[in-house]
């Protein structure tokens, strides 16, 4: 008895497993991750998984796995028999990041400088021009993550880039407040550390990189500290994910 081909639908259905199932995951989780770190989902935002699964023509079931690959990544808190939500701070939990950050990644740093490539110091360069040239905060943001993350791609150690990958997810929606609040002379100082870290790179400092990094970091978390009303946005079950299901991809 011949049967049909497999759809989607059928991959996505309860009990389904395999390549398809997981190709139907990780698209949900993609389109829930760009929501998310775009700012249309804000940090405390309630994930109603039958809408997702309606706007993106899917069963429940690869919804709740690309909620569990999300809160992996520190993007979302899935509560057994309540929900998922996207993950928020205060301003304590956000500080402590950062200080976190301060020393962690310019260790990946460090473990990356030798191993870059001339055309990846290229490109840094590159980027570097790019985000000189751009006010708008949200083209700032892509072109910054570029940036830092590039810096980093030369680490070989695993459990290092798995948790800087973490924790710029889990910043994001702070680091676009920051990236607001900053005014010409903040951004032309943003530029200025980017040129002092990019040229450390260039000439394979590791002390002088990881010096400038530490300080880059450190100033986003202190004048993040100034501004308290940035942890006390009242987002929580707030439902806006239905407007970005359909916006967002």
């Known amino acids: 008895m011949s049967r049909k081909p497999a759809t989607e639908s059928d991959a996505s259905s309860p009990g389904a497993s395999g390549p398809s199932a997981a190709v139907a995951s990780q698209r949900v989780a993609d389109h ?9 989902l804000r940090p405390g935002t309630r994930i109603m998984q039958e809408q997702v699964a309606a706007q993106l023509g899917a069963s429940r079931l690869p919804v709740r ?58 490109e840094l360069e590159t980027i570097a021009r790019q985000i000189e040239l751009t006010t708008d905060v949200d083209r ?6 570029r ?44 530029h200025a550390e980017h040129r002092l870290i990019i040229e450390a790179i260039k000439r394979a400092d590791t002390v002088d990189a990881e010096r400038f990094l530490t300080g880059h970091i450190r100033r986003t978390r202190l004048e ?15 439902d806006h994910t239905a407007d970005a299901a359909g916006s967002a991809g």
């Open 147 to 190: 940036l830092h993350l590039l810096t980093y791609a030369g680490c070989r150690v695993v459990q290092i880039t798995a948790m800087v990958d973490r924790f710029w997810n889990t910043t994001q929606h702070y680091r676009r407040a920051f990236a607001r609040l900053a005014g010409d002379s903040g951004w032309e100082l943003i």
């Open 65 to 122: 796995e690309a909620l569990r690959i999300l809160a992996a990544e520190g993007l979302t808190v899935v509560k057994s028999n309540s929900g998922a939500w996207v993950s928020r701070m205060d301003m304590a939990e956000c500080e402590g990041v950062y200080k976190i950050r301060e020393r962690l990644e310019p260790l990946a740093l460090s473990e990356s400088i030798p191993h870059l490539s001339a055309e990846q110091v290229a």
């Open 32 to 40: 829930l991750r760009a929501a998310i770190l775009s700012g249309e």
């Open 140 to 145: 700032f943001l892509a072109l910054d993550r």
């Open 224 to 238: 993040l500290t100034q501004h308290p009303e940035l942890f006390t946005e009242d987002d929580h079950d707030t």
